[in-house]
Structures are given as structure tokens and as C-alpha cells.
T-cell receptor, first 113, second 113 residues
Framework: ETGVTQSPTHLIKTRGQQVTLRCSSQSGHNTVSWYQQALGQGPQFIFQYYREEENGRGNFPPRFSGLQFPNYSSELNVNALELDDSALYLC????????????FGPGTRLLVL | SQQGEEDPQALSIQEGENATMNCSYKTSINNLQWYRQNSGRGLVHLILIRSNEREKHSGRLRVTLDTSKKSSSLLITASRAADTASYFCATDDSGGGADGLTFGKGTHLIIQP
């Protein structure tokens, strides 16, 4: 158990819809990162939030956006869903902004039809 | 994009044998980490090795790092059925900025009882 929780566990949407995924960080962690993991692939970095500000972003379009709240919980929003957005979405919390050990939640599996 | 690759992609061994997985990467790094993932769920951090370290141990795990060859290996000794999982290496690249961890595609390890 990493102390990181995500909701929902599974989600089915149709193309063009919008989705919000939620993450609760491990207590005391002020940094959260989101990753997308397609089937059979390793996770890919979407973005990172530190103290409620986005401070790093991977190669994902602007329709992927996020929020981090004062209690360090966070959201990942995806607009105009595409079929290729079907994946496991993982959030990870850490103590520091740099690439130290990250504590992953169980993930949300999103299916876009 | 993926930073590098794990080798082999899949490995099946008998319980009690040792398992070795290799990872290659492309850029300069601050550290390299190994994670385990069971059945498409969240990732569990196993071990972190810094760029100025050559070898590290944790229980039945032994990790080596060769920065001149941009490669790392993970050795699991005296394997158990519970070690069946996918194993990923992840690098914290030293290019600066908060760009998260860069993962490989993983090695799927099966321990036969």
C-alpha cells in the first residue's frame, strides 16, 4: 500500500466526451505526477504539479489538463476524448519535484468507445 | 516516447532460480529506478540507484548501473511465485526541469512453481 488512492477504478466513455480522474496523494507529499500507460507499454509522463502549479509537462496535447488542490489531491481532465486515450492512468505522489521515488496509485482504467 | 528498453521482453523461470533483467537508456541521468507492476495495477517502487553508484542491494534484489554503457540490470535471487509481475526501469533524466520519470516497455517475468 502506497497511501495513494485513485477514483474511479474503471470508466467507459464515448469519443468526444470529457472525463475527470481523481487522485489523493500520500500524506505530506506536495508533488503529484500523472502518467498514461497504454496496453503493453510503459507509463508515459503527462504532467506534474507542485504546490498547485503545473511545473512540467510531457508530450501531451492541451486537452489534457490538471488541477492540484491545497490538500494536495489532484485531478486529471481530458477533453474531446479519442479512441487512443484508452489506457491506464496512474498518478504518483512524491516529496520532491525532482525525479526521486514516486508512490503510485492503483490507476484508473479508461475505455473510450 | 520511451527512454529505452528492457531485455528480455518476457522471461519464464522455475521457482528458486535467479532472474536477470536488463535495461538500456539513451540520455544522461540523475538516477535510475526499478518498479514492479502486478496485472496492470499500480507500480511499486523497488530500488533507486544514483548515477554515481555502481551497485545496490535490497533484500533479494541486486541492481547494477553502468553509465558508460547507459545500462542497468536487475537481479532477483531465489525467485518466488509472488515475483511474477512486469518489471520496469525508469530514469530521471538530468536535462533539467520537472519532466517526470521516463519508463521502458518492461519485462514480463513468470515464475513457474
Amino acid at each position: 500500500e502506497t497511501g495513494v488512492t485513485q477514483s474511479p477504478t474503471h470508466l467507459i466513455k464515448t469519443r468526444g466526451q470529457q472525463v475527470t480522474l481523481r487522485c489523493s496523494s500520500q500524506s505530506g507529499h506536495n508533488t503529484v505526477s500523472w502518467y498514461q500507460q497504454a496496453l503493453g507499454q510503459g507509463p508515459q509522463f503527462i504532467f506534474q504539479y507542485y504546490r498547485e502549479e503545473e511545473n512540467g509537462r510531457g508530450n501531451f496535447p492541451p486537452r489534457f489538463s490538471g488541477l492540484q488542490f491545497p490538500n494536495y489531491s489532484s485531478e486529471l481532465n481530458v477533453n474531446a476524448l479519442e479512441l487512443d486515450d484508452s489506457a491506464l492512468y496512474l498518478c504518483a505522489s512524491s516529496l520532491f519535484v525532482s525525479g526521486e521515488t514516486q508512490y503510485f496509485g492503483p490507476g484508473t482504467r479508461l475505455l473510450v468507445l | 516516447s520511451q527512454q529505452g528498453e528492457e531485455d528480455p521482453q518476457a522471461l519464464s523461470i522455475q521457482e528458486g532460480e535467479n532472474a536477470t533483467m536488463n535495461c538500456s537508456y539513451k540520455t544522461s541521468i540523475n538516477n535510475l529506478q526499478w518498479y514492479r507492476q502486478n496485472s496492470g495495477r499500480g507500480l511499486v517502487h523497488l530500488i533507486l540507484i544514483r548515477s554515481n553508484e555502481r551497485e545496490k542491494h535490497s533484500g533479494r534484489l541486486r541492481v547494477t548501473l553502468d553509465t558508460s554503457k547507459k545500462s542497468s540490470s536487475l537481479l532477483i535471487t531465489a525467485s518466488r511465485a509472488a515475483d511474477t509481475a512486469s518489471y520496469f526501469c525508469a530514469t530521471d533524466d538530468s536535462g533539467g526541469g520537472a519532466d517526470g520519470l521516463t519508463f521502458g516497455k518492461g519485462t514480463h517475468l513468470i515464475i513457474q512453481p
